[in-house]
């Protein structure tokens, strides 16, 4: 199996092991007055984060990856208002990635990733590096939401890629 495509298997893996990590206890423990309230993120508050998460890496760039297409959604949109939906759809697109990038031969991760952005603009980047961009995105965001929840008072799991090299690691 090519590097590349090992190299980001173990990223989709990861942010789907991150991801469950952080909704399951810890998300799904906040009371819905904390969940909602604006906790001084980019995208206000954990509920308006994972919307935002769920906007850019499956509506956005999966789709973008996956089929081609370029839909059009605004970064802030609130596509999910019920949250434990939301993280089910969080879940749910989170684990569709690794399957994704194992269907790819290794000629795709040299190539390009052609789409339109949410502003409507052509656009050509090297297809690895936007690729990194996704995982980076998701890790940039799940912090932000770990910092929160810890100024409310409450516990977060360890979520670095190394917790997780260690737990498959112990596995084998």
């Known amino acids: 199996m090519p590097a590349w495509r090992d190299h980001f298997r173990m990223l989709a893996r ?3 092991w991150a991801t469950e990590r952080l909704l399951e206890p810890h998300v799904a423990g906040l009371s ?3 969940y909602r309230r604006d906790a001084g993120l980019f995208f206000k508050s954990v509920h ?3 919307n935002h998460l769920r906007v850019a890496e499956q509506l956005l760039w999966f789709e973008r990856f996956a089929r081609g297409m370029s839909p059009q959604h605004a970064l802030n949109e609130e596509v999910e208002t019920d949250r434990a ?3 089910v759809q969080l879940l749910a697109g989170a684990r569709a990635w690794e399957p ?3 269907s790819w031969d290794a000629a795709r991760f040299d190539g390009t990733l052609d789409y339109v952005t949410t502003k409507g603009v052509p656009m050509s980047l090297p297809f690895a590096a936007t690729l990194t961009h996704v995982f980076n995105h998701g890790t940039h965001h799940r912090g932000q939401i770990t910092a929160a929840i810890t100024a ?3 516990a977060c799991p360890e979520i670095d890629l190394v917790w997780m090299l260690q737990a498959e690691a112990k596995a084998k």
Do not use: Q
């Open 14 to 16: 990861y942010n789907a």
């Open 32 to 34: 819905e007055a904390e």
């Open 48 to 50: 308006g984060t994972l």
């Open 85 to 87: 939906k939301l993280a």
């Open 100 to 102: 994704l990038i194992a």
């Open 152 to 154: 409310m008072g409450h």
